[in-house]
């Protein structure tokens, strides 16, 4: 217990282990390449498997989300409910210019909600999948990335309804395929 009277759990030191390969005798030149090249290698292979990773959508777990924190205006087939614009159909005219992109997030929905960046990111993503339908150009679309809502999120729009008009306006303005 602290002095505020709050019970705190301590996190447990994280103490890093050698591999055990590493101990190894490095006997000549050649070997230390071909540890050198291996370890390159492992570490190449995690930061893409972590790039992928941030686009791949958990499907249970993003949809989970969507009906605790997006459903309850947006409706669960995406349709939106009297004031609330709808994400089906639409959500792939947003992604046509980056300003559109932006608008997405930095709605107050997405913005203030209590998402952590990568689990909005990932619900953003899962929308698109399942709402946006033929409004996606060639059905392709850049998925959102944890790092770019939290970016995006920092600044969350004050006057939506005029925001989303000029947005709009301005895609309606793009060639067929779109800015981005």
């Known amino acids: ?30 070997l230390a390449s071909r540890y050198g090249a291996a370890v390159m290698m492992l570490a190449l292979s995690v930061m893409t498997s972590w790039s992928l990773a941030e686009a791949e959508i958990n499907e249970p777990r993003a949809k989970y989300h969507y009906q605790m924190f997006c459903q309850g205006c947006h409706t669960p087939d995406g349709s939106g409910v009297n004031a609330v614009p709808p994400l089906k159909g639409m959500m792939g005219v947003f992604l046509r210019s980056q300003r559109g992109r932006q608008f997405m997030v930095q709605v107050p929905g997405s913005a203030t909600s209590k998402l952590k960046d990568a689990q909005l990111a990932e619900v953003l993503n899962w929308c698109i999948e399942n709402f946006a339908g033929s409004s996606l150009i060639n059905g392709e679309y850049r998925p959102y990335t944890a790092d770019e809502v939290g970016r995006l999120r920092q600044s969350p729009l004050q006057e939506i309804d005029h925001t989303r008009a000029a947005v709009l306006a301005e895609i309606a303005r793009l060639p067929e395929t779109g800015e981005i």
């Open 1 to 30: 217990m602290t002095l505020t009277g709050v019970w705190v759990q301590r996190a447990r030191p994280i103490t890093a282990q050698p591999l055990w390969w590493l101990a190894l005798p490095l006997k000549s030149k050649s």
